[in-house]
């Protein structure tokens, strides 16, 4: 009975303990609130508004204010940065660094590592390959330092640091296998240039035992055979990439025409090329296809394509070219003009309208990329230029 009571008279001393606690915490939070600068809710404000400018002028009266508010100067740092403003960037950081109420080195290598991506924003790759070396024994940072600096080696072409960096960055949840095949294959496209083929062929066989999949590396390896004079050998590799992933095949159809043509094969290539047109109606080889049709098979075999791709994939390239095809079909001079007008007409609309596309971050060129310049994604880009 006696523990009843107590109970019953503790229970509500509780609850006013924690009223009492509460009611003094909100008290503080409103002091603070109440302490807070005016211009911070202005630049919330002109951030929310897109007004950059604005937001940047009220941070930085704030922190020349109230220098102890070592967040506040954080945001103005990235918010510099994204303005472009990369030496105003540097500048504060810079000053942070010195700064009377910044002690614990944790914060230091937080600051330090902004001051690299500005220094990278900046062009001046080397001042931030240094600060993120000297970062990378920190067990906070160390892991971020390590991933901008395989950007920078990228940006800097320097693959073969790339490379070292994703031996140390790699995991059991990301292997990097497919960006080291691509390294590989950037130090290969060297050493073609220069003809060094043995080496090339080393780096291309490394990116095959990374990335069996790597389309790239057999096309590589076809040109090497080509510039070889190894003919059936460059065919052989580059069909390969029909099992490998057939979207690539636009980029090796006139290679593997070339190499026929050496070998005096023209009728094996035209078998060749039309098993790929029934096999993959949706590549985008439509002109290629056409011109050796028309310069090396008959008239009719050339319209009974263009009409059967039409069907497969209706667009305006198509349309356009059996227009050229069937012009001399026409008698009069009237009817030439009307037709190749319409056929300028539709060329110029597939033109606006075809790109290569990143499927990561939307990017659209005229031209291939195997690295997305935007994003910088690998083998994001999609091959087949199509219209959308």
Not at 60 to 88: A, C, H, M, T, W
Not at 220 to 235: H, P, S
Not at 236 to 243: A, G, H, R, V
Not at 302 to 329: C, E, G, H
């Amino acid at each position: 009975m006696d523990l009843l009571i107590i109970w019953l008279i503790i229970t509500p001393l509780f609850f006013a303990f924690g009223w009492i606690a509460g009611r003094i915490d909100m008290k503080v939070v409103l002091k603070q609130a109440k302490q807070l600068p005016q211009r911070i809710f202005d630049s919330v404000d002109a951030m929310v508004d897109g007004k950059t400018g604005i937001a940047k002028d009220e941070l930085k009266q704030v922190v020349e204010q109230e220098p102890q508010f070592i967040d506040l100067q954080f945001s103005l740092g990235r918010l510099y940065r994204k303005r472009g403003e990369n030496d105003l960037a540097i500048n504060l950081h810079s000053k942070m660094l010195t700064s009377q109420y910044i002690f614990s080195e944790e914060t230091k290598d937080k600051i330090r590592l902004e001051l690299a991506q500005d220094f990278q924003r900046a062009g001046l790759i080397d001042r931030s390959e240094s600060l993120l070396i000297n970062l990378l024994n920190s067990q906070i940072y160390g892991h971020e330092a390590l991933q901008m600096l395989l950007i920078i080696y990228q940006q800097d072409k320097n693959w073969q640091g790339a490379i070292d960096i994703t031996k140390k960055l790699s995991s059991s949840d990301y292997s990097y296998h497919l960006e080291v095949a691509e390294f590989n294959c950037e130090l290969a496209q060297g050493e073609i240039i220069k003809s060094n083929y043995d080496k090339a062929i080393e780096y291309i066989k490394t990116a095959l035992e990374v990335n069996r999949k790597c389309v790239r590396a057999n096309i590589l390896l076809g040109e090497v055979y080509f510039n070889l004079e190894k003919y059936a050998e460059a065919i052989q590799t580059w069909q390969l990439i029909e099992k490998q992933n057939y979207n690539y095949l636009p980029l090796v159809i006139d290679k593997i025409f070339e190499a026929y043509v050496r070998l005096d094969q023209i009728k094996e290539c035209l078998t060749l090329i039309k098993g790929y047109v029934t096999l993959f109606p949706n590549l985008n080889m439509h002109d290629f296809i056409y011109r050796k049709l028309l310069n090396y098979d008959t008239f009719d075999a050339t319209v009974d394509y263009l009409r059967k791709a039409m069907i497969a994939t209706p667009n305006s390239k198509i349309a356009a070219l059996l227009i050229d095809v069937q012009l001399n079909l026409l008698t009069t001079i009237e009817g030439k003009a009307d037709a190749e007008r319409v056929k300028t007409l539709l060329l110029k609309y597939n033109d606006k309208l075809s790109s290569y596309n990143c499927g990561c971050c939307n990017f659209k060129s005229k031209t291939f990329f195997w690295q997305c310049p935007a994003c910088y994604s690998w083998e994001s880009i999609s091959p087949n230029n199509i219209e959308s």
